[in-house]
């Protein structure tokens, strides 16, 4: 066993743990460390040629502008929408749904993060659910450790079905579309149990750790609702997965859940009898929400740039309009890297990153003092996204040379297929519980769901017949393990961070997301290992 091989490959993974979570240290300053150690051990270990790891860190640096673009049109968004006054509206209309903290983070916190997953992705639902459930009254560190553990169920079927069509679908080259189905419905069946238990989760932590009057007691009060709330989505999702396929099942689930949660909380059913917020002072603050319920037309006017934003979401994902392709065909490419073997292209005009520009341009002939309003919010979104900047031009390049390792002169696999293959030497036979961490480990590091399936599947594949497993099973632990490492990778807790001013604390945010990260495969495992005994 060659253990500066192990090393090496383990070297991206464990440094960052180390340094964000262990050391605490601000990613601005952890994260080129790991890129300088992540080249170096490629060069020197893995064989690398120097052109390659150039070419690869020239392709993460493409790849982090596109991000960074992402993280400035939700800034645009969201600073537009402070300096107008639409955020106190929004505020005022959750409380008037309900002043309870708690219930609100359902509706946010959950559902609206599962509908944006589901229009769009991409690191959208974090970048704005988080600001708004902030102008509701949650913590900053509050808001994006929710959002981000929420983004993880919703991630099965992602933007128009694209962890699934284009993941599994390229994953596996030549596997019938019959499996792919049978294995989008059977993840979502596991997840008829785990998702529903995520809000429950996101109740407790929200009441243990993020309160001035920390503890469990309110957390267990509204995990009833919590869990009905799970089943909102989780059930509407299931049907559109088993009835209409994979394109849908986020979207639609989300949608009907907020329509069912609000009936649930409209005719008090699960609603606990006391109130409960994060601030200490109750009385005072859900006075003045209640006694500013906004009018219903100044209500929709606050809501119509996320309604607009929404609705552009949609229709550009949409295969059967002709917007999808029209933005699609504006590419700038760039091929074989400094005479390499690889190539990036960007599709600049469909990146949501646009849409968040494009929503604010349309919205503005209806702003009065329309210069000054967009000056300072153009201002005030640059100032904020350097330090992001910094993170993300060092880990997303050391991502992508984590992943091209395999263009090496020492006939070595890339090593996060030498990772696995470690692990499937030793592990097919208790493979049930660990293929939900394979698809963790390519979400981890390649900060998409789609990608984790796309690159691990081929393996999974392998390991389902090794281990005599049936693969559709296989496939969906694939894929809620991917899920679950949506709430752990580095790009999508820095984008996250960074709009809501935390950059700095990315080793903070992780710490919390970790365990319900872990709570969710060992979950997706036990749900499985059951249901395959009794389907033995």
């Not at 962890?163 to 596991?190: C, R």
């Not at 699960?270 to 209640?290: G, H, M, Q």
């Not at 400094?338 to 349309?362: D, E, H, I, R």
């Not at 496939?475 to 709430?487: D, H, I, R, S, V």
Request: charged content about 10%; proline content about 6%.
């Amino acid at each position: 066993m060659d253990y500066w091989l192990i090393f090496s490959a383990l070297f991206p993974l464990l440094s960052v743990l180390l340094f964000l979570v262990v050391l605490r240290w601000p990613a601005r300053k952890a994260m080129p460390l790991c890129l300088l150690g992540t080249v170096i051990l490629s060069a020197m270990v893995w064989s690398v040629p120097t052109v390659q790891i150039a070419a690869a860190v020239a392709e993460g640096l493409v790849i982090a502008a596109t991000v960074l673009w992402v993280v400035f049109g939700a800034l645009l968004l969201l600073n537009l929408l402070e300096n107008n006054g639409s955020f106190l509206l929004i505020r005022r209309g959750f409380a008037s749904i309900s002043s309870d903290h708690r219930i609100q983070l359902l509706f946010v916190g959950w559902l609206l993060v599962a509908f944006l997953e589901g229009a769009a992705g991409f690191g959208t639902p974090a970048a704005i659910a988080a600001p708004l459930l902030i102008a509701l009254g949650f913590r900053p560190l509050a808001a994006v450790v929710l959002t981000l553990i929420a983004d993880s169920v919703p991630v099965s079927f992602g933007a128009i079905g694209t962890p699934v069509l284009v993941g599994l679908t390229n994953g596996l080259p030549g596997v019938s579309p019959e499996l792919i189905a049978q294995s989008a419905i059977t993840a979502a069946s596991i997840d008829l149990f785990c998702a529903s238990l995520i809000p429950v989760l996101m109740c407790l932590l929200l009441c243990r750790y993020f309160s001035d009057t920390p503890g469990w007691r309110s957390g267990l009060a509204i995990a009833p609702l919590a869990f009905l709330s799970g089943l909102c989505y989780s059930l509407p999702a299931f049907l559109v997965a088993r009835y209409l396929g994979p394109e849908f099942p986020s979207l639609l689930g989300a949608l009907a859940g907020l329509v069912l949660l609000t009936l649930l909380v409209r005719f008090d059913i699960a609603v606990p009898a006391t109130l409960w917020r994060c601030d200490s002072d109750t009385d005072k603050t859900c006075t003045e929400d209640s006694g500013a319920a906004p009018e219903p037309l100044a209500l929709f006017k606050a809501w119509s740039a996320y309604l607009l934003l929404a609705a552009l979401l949609v229709i550009s994902r949409l295969e059967f309009l002709p917007l999808k392709d029209a933005l699609q065909a504006v590419q700038l490419n760039w091929s074989e890297i400094f005479g390499s073997t690889l190539s990036t292209s960007v599709q600049p005009l469909y990146l949501p990153g646009t849409l968040f520009v494009l929503t604010v341009l349309l919205l503005l002939p209806w702003q009065t003092k329309r210069s000054q309003l967009v000056r300072k919010a153009t201002t005030e979104s640059l100032s904020r996204i350097w330090p992001a900047a910094i993170t993300l031009a060092s880990a997303v390049p050391m991502v992508r040379l984590f992943l091209h390792s395999d263009l090496n002169s020492a006939d070595l696999p890339a090593m996060p297929m030498y990772l696995a293959a470690m692990a499937t030497a030793h592990l097919a036979d208790i493979w049930l519980w660990c293929a939900p961490w394979v698809g963790a480990l390519g979400s981890f590091i390649a900060s998409s769901a789609t990608f984790s399936n796309l690159m691990f599947a081929s393996m999974q594949q392998q390991l389902a017949t090794d281990s005599g497993l049936p693969l559709h099973l296989v496939l969906a632990l694939q894929m809620l393990g991917a899920n679950a490492g949506n709430m752990l990778c580095v790009v999508n807790v820095v984008a996250a961070a960074s709009v809501v001013k935390l950059t700095g604390q990315e080793g903070q945010i992780m710490r919390f997301t970790l365990v319900p990260m872990a709570l969710y495969c060992l979950l997706a495992s036990t749900v499985a290992v059951l249901l395959y005994d009794v389907t033995r």
